[in-house]
């Protein structure tokens, strides 16, 4: 039996699709062929003369292709029903009297086909339907039902469709329409269609009954009938069943805390007991018999699914064995549960889920002695569920406690990397909060080092790159301004104690923009939280995880400050408070960042900088890095490990990533990082159980396919609104009438008024989110009605306050915002329980966009999501004649992730990065002066060390990960080289600065090229 919040949900969409049919209206003033945007079929004249684009948007026959069961001549049944619309009353000229127009009652016809095989278009029906048309009223459309047979592939396919035949007249255009119409085959035996685009065949149910033209087709008793929706509804996933159920085994933090061994190896047993089972020959083979039998194809997919399980079952029995090992891991394990627990406590959370627990154990084994798999890309994917984010921050955490125990006190251990502009104020929020935990624990188990510490790393687009003396043209910011530090405030709540008002102040002794908490009972006594978001503080303090966008990558080849990104800084200011120190300067003559510094510093030694290279590299939302962006990326990514190799004989950092679609990942990694990349949590033999997860019964998001037949989009996005708004506030006028309608008991009416009381409208692009605006301030009339935007170009603050209000809405409904406007900045780490419903207008261009987007509702109630499709692109369209699928399996569909690294244009932007990059990190820490800020210092080094264009040209090769075979590249990067050693020792060129001589300036951000980007295709 649903719950009260799942039929309400349908209540709710009933009352769009009904206003969408116009089914409860009997009267309009105004051609109903203007606002009725479902289940209406166009004059098939009027659509011919459109182009074929237009034509899909108000199509004039709708209908289904079947494959019948049987050889012909086959005999059937249709039954098509539908409305008309008749003008009583033409306006009058001066428009004072409106137009009257009356609905006309249900014609209800049943039709009999008799096809022969190989049939082209014949019509059926036409008399009946016209007379059983003027007898339910409908003044002058006529129709037919039209059957053709297209067989393909030698097996007949049957496409029958009913056609709006409704002749040209001076009629006006709704009388020519028909509305709320329906077509339903019965009696005839069909074979379902294969789905090919998924691939696992033997997990999935690939079959289609029938697919629709023009519109969905739903088995109905039996039968086939047109549907002018879609909808799909998803299951919420349980975590704990079987052998990890609640009562059988503890994965609490407290648990994990204490004795981690025996509730870990249980974990692991329960696996190896399921996979007994599950993955048995027996399990599979009851699995063909319910379905076709299985192809040798399937058998050999379900053999490798079977290997991919058994390869994480050893690796998991791998990571138990390594805290075991180890008693420095086993004691950071439980310091990092002690954390965890501390955080998630905040939010009544107790225990992990066991998904979360098997990828920390799968990752441990490269931690230990033998560093087992360490080149391996270890993707966490959880489509269905929740709990990423805190899964690796739980891998962060425990890496931050092991660095510190096994003595590395100071510096990074992780660089998390987000691909949008933008870092979510929720998502910066939990980092900062686990660590702030982390730090809390550190202290109470006097774990030695600096204080566990978050770096946020967005310089520019939303925090400063740093706090110059004076404002400058470049950087205006002024230290003078009292109100400049609460510009810059990152934070919701206190890491530490979670009090709410975290304030911001600039502290001048010390040159920082500190985060404080007020609270008198915070452990941080009112001192600076332990958190940096300037970029010059980040690299005088190196806090343990740096969490930022990906565009800054870039500055490797600008930023000598960087060095503790790869390995080590210089040396450590004997000024307290003052951090590390890098590169001496003109402007920063002892190398410390602290402007006018003059304090000498006490060198770090070379051989402890390799102590200071990172461990882990995190990269969030993996499944975006693709086209030009995921090309440079490529680079950069491969300059940053080269150096820190290069420099501390070490290996380069693991690559942790997220990714919200499995398909293709295995190039894009290849691609990206040059290694090989693997997912956990395994596949299970069903898609709706593993070992890690199950589908329930409860709704998880009720998602509804709209194709808006001949009115805008933008029209049928405001009556959509319109309607939830004007329905849902019914329930504070006439709670009664709604909740019996619904079949709920009234008590709940506050509770569903707070749930489904606020919408989101997501578009694809900020110029589509304004434009659903404008349009809903003008067209939609509710009042009041409080919207408003989160875009990229929403500044901070609002972002912040617009969060906070709809996470704690006002106790009075009007009060509250009723609307979200949205775009991709709002896809991701925004978490609001209360968000429920969105309407998203255009399918997104990726499929993982899809997916990230609409999981920003129903997160924890029912979610209702409609997605309006622009059915004039192609891709909608193809969305759209496989909705279920997408839907339900999108994240498996072959979706091809177009990503390169050779390419020559590409090349040209990054070889200028990575020549620059070698001279600031591994030119000039060995240079005699330590310093190759001028073409001079550099031409005398080079001259010293006899560096030729053969060994740079090799390095760089080396360093851009330039295979053997791409000669093209290869004989690029070396004309670069040649041109900058040419201008180098060209005395009499007149360059004073190596940015100078080289063939171009490097990118400034890796998001220069996103220009070239498609985002849209209209
Ligand atoms: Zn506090
Ligand atoms: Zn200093």
């Known amino acids: ?42 004059p098939e004249q009027d659509a011919m003369a459109e182009t074929h684009r237009e034509r899909r948007m108000d199509p004039c026959s709708v209908g289904m292709r079947v494959k019948p069961a049987t050889d012909g001549p086959w005999t059937f049944d249709v039954r098509v029903r539908a409305r008309g619309w008749n003008r009583i009353t033409a306006a009058s000229n001066d428009l004072d009297t409106p137009e009257e127009w009356h609905k006309s009652e249900l014609a209800d016809v049943p039709i009999r086909v008799e096809a022969e095989p190989g049939m082209s278009s014949f019509d059926f029906g036409v008399d009946e339907l016209t007379f059983a048309f003027r007898s339910a009223g409908i003044g002058v459309a006529t129709a037919a039902v039209q059957v053709s047979d297209e067989s393909w592939r030698g097996s007949p396919e049957l496409v029958v469709t009913v056609v709006n035949t409704t002749p040209e007249s001076a009629h006006p255009k709704g009388e020519r329409y028909l509305f709320e119409v329906e077509l339903v085959v019965e009696g005839l035996a069909t074979a379902p269609f294969v789905l090919e685009s998924l691939p696992d065949s033997f997990r999935y149910e690939r079959e289609l009954p029938a697919i629709g033209i023009n519109c969905g087709v739903e088995v109905r008793q039996g039968k086939l009938a047109t549907r002018d929706t879609i909808v799909v509804s998803t299951k919420r996933p349980t975590f704990r069943f079987g052998y990890t159920a609640e009562d059988k085994l503890d994965l609490s933090f407290s648990g994990l805390t204490d004795d981690p061994l025996p509730r870990l190896r249980q974990l692991v047993d329960g696996y190896a007991r399921w ?15 319910g379905g076709p039998s299985w192809s040798p194809e399937m058998i050999a997919e379900a053999e490798r699914g079977r290997e991919a399980y058994e390869a994480e079952l050893d690796r998991l029995r791998r990571g138990v064995a390594a805290l075991e090992s180890s008693p420095q891991l086993l004691r950071a394990y439980r310091l990092m549960n002690k954390a965890m627990g501390k955080t998630a406590m905040r939010r009544d959370i107790t225990s992990w889920r066991p998904f979360q627990v098997g990828f920390l154990l799968g990752v441990l084994p490269s931690l230990v002695e033998g560093r087992r798999d360490w080149n391996t890309v270890e993707i966490v994917w959880f489509a269905t569920g929740g709990g990423k984010t805190e899964t690796y921050l739980g891998l962060l955490v425990l890496a931050v406690f092991y660095d510190r125990l096994r003595g590395k006190h100071s510096g990074i251990t992780a660089w998390s990397r987000f691909p949008l502009r933008l870092l979510s104020l929720q998502q910066t929020q939990r980092f900062a909060d686990a660590l702030g935990s982390a730090e809390l624990v550190r202290r109470e188990h006097r774990v030695p080092g600096d204080p566990i510490a978050l770096g946020y790393y967005v310089g520019r687009s939303s925090t400063p790159n740093d706090i110059p003396v004076e404002p400058t043209k470049d950087n205006p910011i002024d230290v003078e301004d009292d109100t400049m530090p609460a510009r810059f405030n990152v934070l919701l709540r206190c ?12 502290n001048r002794r010390h040159w920082r923009l500190e985060h404080f908490c007020s609270s008198p009972s915070c452990p941080s006594a009112g001192e600076a939280l332990p958190l940096f978001v300037v970029d010059s503080e980040i690299y ?32 450590r200011c004997r000024r307290p408070g003052h951090g590390f120190t890098y590169a001496k300067r003109g402007s920063r003559p002892s190398g410390c960042l602290v402007p006018g510094c003059k304090e000498p510093n006490d060198v770090i030694k070379a051989h402890d900088r390799a102590m200071f290279a990172p461990s882990f590299r995190l990269q969030d939302e993996l499944h975006l890095l693709r086209d030009s962006l995921g090309a440079v990326d490529s680079h950069y990514e491969s300059i940053l490990d080269d150096l820190q190799i290069k420099n501390t004989d070490t290996d380069p950092p693991k690559i942790i990533a997220s990714s919200a679609t499995l398909a293709g990942y295995e190039r894009q990694t290849e691609t990206l990082y040059g ?38 989009l933008e029209w049928v996005s405001d009556r959509t609104i319109t309607v939830l708004q004007q329905s849902v506030r019914r329930l504070r006028t006439e709670a009664e009438v709604v909740c019996a309608q619904a079949g709920i008991d009234p008590v709940h009416a506050d509770e569903l008024l707070n749930l489904y009381g606020t919408n989101v409208i997501y578009g694809n692009t900020v110029k589509d989110v304004e434009a659903a605006r404008r349009s809903m301030g003008s ?12 875009t990229g170009q929403t500044p901070f603050d609002d972002v912040r306050t617009a969060i906070a209000e709809l996470d704690g809405p006002p106790a009075e409904f009007d009060e509250r915002v009723h609307v979200v406007a949205a775009s991709s900045m709002f896809s991701h780490g925004v978490d609001i329980d209360r968000l429920n419903i969105m309407t998203v207008l255009g399918v997104p261009l990726t499929t993982a966009e899809f997916i990230q987007t609409t999981a920003r509702v129903g997160r ?5 999501v409609y997605v309006v499709h622009k059915i004039g692109r192609e891709r909608d369209a193809g969305v759209y004649s496989h909705f279920q699928a997408f839907v339900e399996h999108g994240d498996r569909l072959v979706e091809p992730i177009p990503v390169t690294r050779s390419s020559r244009r590409v090349l040209d932007l990054t070889s200028a990065a990575a020549i620059e990059a070698r001279r600031l990190f591994f030119h000039e820490p060995r ?9 001079d210092l550099l031409r005398d080094h080079h001259r010293t060390v006899v560096t030729t264009v053969d060994d740079e040209t090799k390095a760089l090769r080396e360093m851009l990960g330039i295979r053997d075979d791409e000669h093209l590249l290869d004989a690029d990067l070396r004309r670069a080289v040649e041109i900058y050693f040419t201008k180098l020792n060209d005395l009499g060129s007149g360059a004073r600065w190596p940015a100078d001589i080289l063939h171009r300036r490097p990118m400034t951000s890796l998001r220069d090229v996103e220009t070239q980007i498609p985002i849209s295709d209209d």
């Open 1 to 42: 039996m649903s719950d009260h919040k799942e039929r309400f949900v349908q209540w709710l969409d009933q009352r769009v699709t009904n206003a969408g049919l116009g089914t409860e209206e009997i009267r309009s003033a105004v051609d109903p062929s203007g606002v009725f945007w479902l289940g209406r079929l166009a």
């Open 275 to 289: 996979g007994r089972e599950a993955w048995s020959p027996d399990a599979l083979a009851r699995r063909q018999s």
């Open 495 to 506: 890491p530490f104690c979670a009090a709410r008002g975290v304030s911001t102040r600039f």
């Open 540 to 571: 005088r303090f190196m806090p343990s995880v740096v969490i930022g966008t990906l565009d800054k990558a870039a500055l490797i080849s600008m930023q000598a400050a960087m060095r503790g990104f790869v390995h080590g800084p210089a040396g």
């Open 675 to 712: 290694r090989t990349g693997r997912v956990f949590p395994a596949l299970g033999p069903s898609v709706h159980e593993s070992y890690w997860s199950a589908s329930t019964t409860k709704t998880l998001r009720r998602y509804v396919a709209v194709w808006p037949r001949g009115v805008t």
């Open 779 to 790: 067209q939609v009339p509710i009042d009041p009605l409080n919207t408003v935007s989160l």
């Open 860 to 864: 924890t109630h029912p979610g209702l």
């Open 927 to 935: 240079s005699e002066k330590l310093k190759l800020t001028t073409t």
